[in-house]
């Protein structure tokens, strides 16, 4: 039997090398004046991988399942070790083509299913935790940025863009194999007497497969519960530090210095907020999210003190990622554990969407009404559809817990 704090390390160890990818960002300019490329031409290559991130998922959720967390982490090591070593050649002729197809295409792919390979492992093995569990691995992803970001600027000031990849490839390569290599399904049940001390008062989840999930009018409204966190959330992470600058008259450094934090937040939220899930409960958690991003968007459209604006960011920033790491959990909570990788991405395919809709969104009615702030308006409007969402999950599915405990009794 493996050890599964030995287990949870591994997939922080495969999320804290694919999280690299939200430190793009250090990399665009020094891209943009080497290779000559625009700024849209740059930031592009990232949308591309997040789009790819989302598809993987959520084509490639059944191979996870079928062939188990092993195989799909090396899977994973592979298309994100091509893609950085692609890059790599890339920059060194100077193509913006084998950019897109080694960064955003290949390393995209190894994105995805290094996202969803450890999650429903490590819910296996926290059986009585699943928020807990799930929000670890997630943590890694939050985090990732605050490491790669200065590693890659001191690798890009030191040896240049191209051996910044070729670097970071072997070091992503060898960290991702090793953590791959131990991941593996609990051989039996574990803590079944914790497991079920914590379950005593529910029914047990039927355990869906992912095509009868995807029948299910419930798969559809987490779906747009988490497009509508991510779109909101990516969107303001995109312009946060432009946006400080203009709309509070902040320093470049005193946003910088926000930028900093906010990916501290985006970490410790992933955790934080997954942990009191296992308490509070999932519905009522993203209720919780809904009902705080509502006021937050709203307030951050009005503000015009500094100390104010970045509270309301890391406020959002923290629901943001907790809306990410509580949705593997609220997944099984419904739908069961037997095919969560599969169903996981599936939901993750919002993410990809997300991505590209959140930014594009943004920057059109910012360059349309020259303000943020009815951008703002807008991503208030929307959580106020997925809180009434949220309130109609929270109340259907808790009035069929108590038909089927009901019925248990009888």
Same mark, same amino acid.
């Not at 307030?299 to 970045?310: E, G, K, S």
């Not at 993750?348 to 594009?360: D, F, N, R, S, V």
């Given at each position: 039997m493996k050890n599964r704090w030995l287990i949870a390390l591994s997939a922080v160890g495969i999320h804290i090398c694919i999280g690299s990818v939200y430190a793009w960002s250090v990399l665009t300019k020094p891209i943009m004046e080497q290779m000559g490329f625009s700024l849209q031409e740059t930031t592009w290559t990232f949308s591309l991988a997040i789009l790819f991130l989302g598809l993987s998922a959520g084509f490639m959720g059944t191979f996870v399942e079928k062939y188990g967390p092993r195989i799909s982490g090396f899977t994973s090591t592979a298309f994100f070790g091509i893609g950085m070593f692609g890059t790599?050649?890339?920059?060194?002729?100077?193509?913006?083509?084998?950019?897109?197809?080694?960064?955003?295409?290949?390393g995209g792919i190894g994105l995805g299913i290094g996202y969803i390979t450890p999650v429903s492992t490590l819910v296996k093995y926290f059986p009585e935790k699943r928020g807990f569990a799930t929000g670890l691995a997630i943590m890694g992803f939050g985090f990732a940025s605050l490491i790669a970001g200065p590693v890659m600027q001191i690798l890009t000031a030191n040896f240049g863009l191209v051996e910044n990849f070729l670097i970071l490839g072997c070091v992503y390569a060898v960290i991702m194999s090793a953590s791959s290599a131990y991941l593996a399904p609990p051989q039996q049940p574990v803590n079944i007497l914790n497991a079920a001390k914590s379950t005593a008062a529910k029914p047990a989840t039927r355990q869906y497969t992912v095509g009868e999930a995807m029948k299910d009018w419930k798969f559809y409204a987490l779906w747009w519960v988490f497009f509508t966190n991510i779109t909101c959330g990516i969107g303001l992470l995109a312009v946060a530090s432009p946006m400080a600058q203009e709309v509070v008259n902040m320093s470049p450094l005193a946003a910088a210095s926000m930028v900093g934090v906010i990916g501290l937040i985006n970490g410790f939220g992933r955790i934080a907020w997954s942990t009191v899930s296992d308490y509070l409960g999932r519905r009522n958690t993203?209720?919780?999210?809904f009902f705080i991003e509502i006021f937050a968007f709203y307030a951050l459209a009005?503000?015009?003190? !500094?100390?104010? &604006?970045?509270?309301?960011?890391? #406020?959002?920033?923290?629901?943001?990622g907790g809306g990410f790491s509580c949705m593997p959990a609220y997944l099984s909570d419904l739908f069961g554990t037997k095919q969560l990788s599969a169903i996981h991405g599936r939901i993750l395919t919002a993410w990809g969407m997300a991505g590209i809709a959140g930014p594009l969104l943004l920057s059109f009615i910012r360059e349309t009404t020259q303000s943020y702030?009815?951008?703002?308006?807008?991503? !208030?409007?929307? &959580?106020?559809?997925?809180?009434? #969402?949220?309130?109609i999950l929270k109340v259907k599915t808790s009035r069929r817990e108590q038909l089927v405990s009901r019925d248990m009794t009888i």
């Amino acid at each position: 039997m493996k050890n599964r704090w030995l287990i949870a390390l591994s997939a922080v160890g495969i999320h804290i090398c694919i999280g690299s990818v939200y430190a793009w960002s250090v990399l665009t300019k020094p891209i943009m004046e080497q290779m000559g490329f625009s700024l849209q031409e740059t930031t592009w290559t990232f949308s591309l991988a997040i789009l790819f991130l989302g598809l993987s998922a959520g084509f490639m959720g059944t191979f996870v399942e079928k062939y188990g967390p092993r195989i799909s982490g090396f899977t994973s090591t592979a298309f994100f070790g091509i893609g950085m070593f692609g890059t790599a050649l890339a920059l060194y002729l100077h193509s913006l083509p084998l950019l897109y197809i080694c960064y955003g295409v290949i390393g995209g792919i190894g994105l995805g299913i290094g996202y969803i390979t450890p999650v429903s492992t490590l819910v296996k093995y926290f059986p009585e935790k699943r928020g807990f569990a799930t929000g670890l691995a997630i943590m890694g992803f939050g985090f990732a940025s605050l490491i790669a970001g200065p590693v890659m600027q001191i690798l890009t000031a030191n040896f240049g863009l191209v051996e910044n990849f070729l670097i970071l490839g072997c070091v992503y390569a060898v960290i991702m194999s090793a953590s791959s290599a131990y991941l593996a399904p609990p051989q039996q049940p574990v803590n079944i007497l914790n497991a079920a001390k914590s379950t005593a008062a529910k029914p047990a989840t039927r355990q869906y497969t992912v095509g009868e999930a995807m029948k299910d009018w419930k798969f559809y409204a987490l779906w747009w519960v988490f497009f509508t966190n991510i779109t909101c959330g990516i969107g303001l992470l995109a312009v946060a530090s432009p946006m400080a600058q203009e709309v509070v008259n902040m320093s470049p450094l005193a946003a910088a210095s926000m930028v900093g934090v906010i990916g501290l937040i985006n970490g410790f939220g992933r955790i934080a907020w997954s942990t009191v899930s296992d308490y509070l409960g999932r519905r009522n958690t993203y209720v919780l999210f809904f009902f705080i991003e509502i006021f937050a968007f709203y307030a951050l459209a009005n503000t015009t003190d !500094a100390f104010f &604006f970045q509270l309301l960011v890391l #406020i959002i920033v923290s629901c943001y990622g907790g809306g990410f790491s509580c949705m593997p959990a609220y997944l099984s909570d419904l739908f069961g554990t037997k095919q969560l990788s599969a169903i996981h991405g599936r939901i993750l395919t919002a993410w990809g969407m997300a991505g590209i809709a959140g930014p594009l969104l943004l920057s059109f009615i910012r360059e349309t009404t020259q303000s943020y702030a009815l951008c703002l308006y807008v991503f !208030a409007g929307m &959580f106020i559809v997925s809180l009434i #969402i949220a309130i109609i999950l929270k109340v259907k599915t808790s009035r069929r817990e108590q038909l089927v405990s009901r019925d248990m009794t009888i």
